[in-house]
């Protein structure tokens, strides 16, 4: 079945340094999108990524969609405080369906 | 705020029970999608509508049932409550549109099944 796997699962990084999270996919995907949820709140779309390749950025969030839109990484530099939560990518794989990843849960180190 | 509400927030249910779910979606969107969140998991597609059909079903039995109305608010329901079914259940609404929705999730409803 169609699937989308994040590692990692827990990330614990003192404040100011980076994080990165990444996203596969068994098969190629439509186009993928990244959420963010606050611990007891609900996800939170952040950006959605197209194009075989393509490079987004949100100030100190990075977003890429591998060449072959099988994979996606998060890359947030220089993290702080208000960045904890747990990070999702969710793809669509020419369907209605949006699949989400596994997650991956941030926690931040003062 | 993303113009997704969603009632009741909390709820506790006995199993067995009969539960309905509301979710008022955002203005225009046309297209409405419930999601159920297991606690420290992914949320999980349960169905869609487009337009007051189903357009699209995950992998949950037929006691998991929705609607939506002409003016786009939507329901879901669930039949024979089980302690598995507790969760987080989510409203999505979209505007469907080429090359992909940004879907606005409301902030959910906690079911408990004791």
């Known amino acids: 079945g169609q699937q989308v796997m994040q590692i990692p699962q827990y990330q614990h990084v003192q404040e100011g340094e980076d994080f990165t999270t990444y996203c596969n996919s068994s098969t190629t995907l439509s186009n993928i999108q990244w959420y963010k949820q606050r611990p007891g709140g609900h996800p939170v779309f952040l950006i959605q990524l197209v194009k075989s390749g393509e490079v987004k950025k949100q100030k100190r969030l990075t977003f890429q969609f591998g060449e072959a839109k099988k994979n996606s990484s998060l890359h947030i530099t220089a993290t702080q405080t208000t960045d904890v939560g747990t990070y999702f990518c969710?793809?669509?794989?020419?369907?209605?369906?949006?699949?989400f990843g596994t997650g991956t849960r941030l926690t931040i180190i003062p | 705020e993303t113009g997704v509400t969603q009632s009741p927030t909390h709820l506790i249910k006995t199993r067995g029970q009969q539960v309905t779910l509301r979710c008022s979606s955002q203005s225009g969107h046309n297209t409405v999608s419930w999601y159920q969140q297991a606690l420290g998991q992914g949320p999980q597609f349960i169905f869609q509508?487009?337009?007051?059909?189903?357009?699209g079903r995950g992998n949950f039995p037929p006691r998991f049932s929705g609607l939506q109305f002409p003016n786009y608010s939507s329901e879901l329901n669930v039949n024979a409550l089980e302690l598995d079914d507790s969760a987080l259940y989510l409203c999505?609404?979209?505007?469907?549109?080429?090359?992909?929705?940004?879907?606005?999730f409301g902030e959910g409803s906690w079911l408990t099944v004791v």
């Open positions: 999505a609404s979209s505007l469907r549109q080429a090359g992909g929705n940004t879907i606005y």
């Open positions: 509508y487009y337009r007051e059909e189903e357009n």
């Open positions: 969710a793809g669509f794989f020419g369907n209605e369906k949006l699949t």
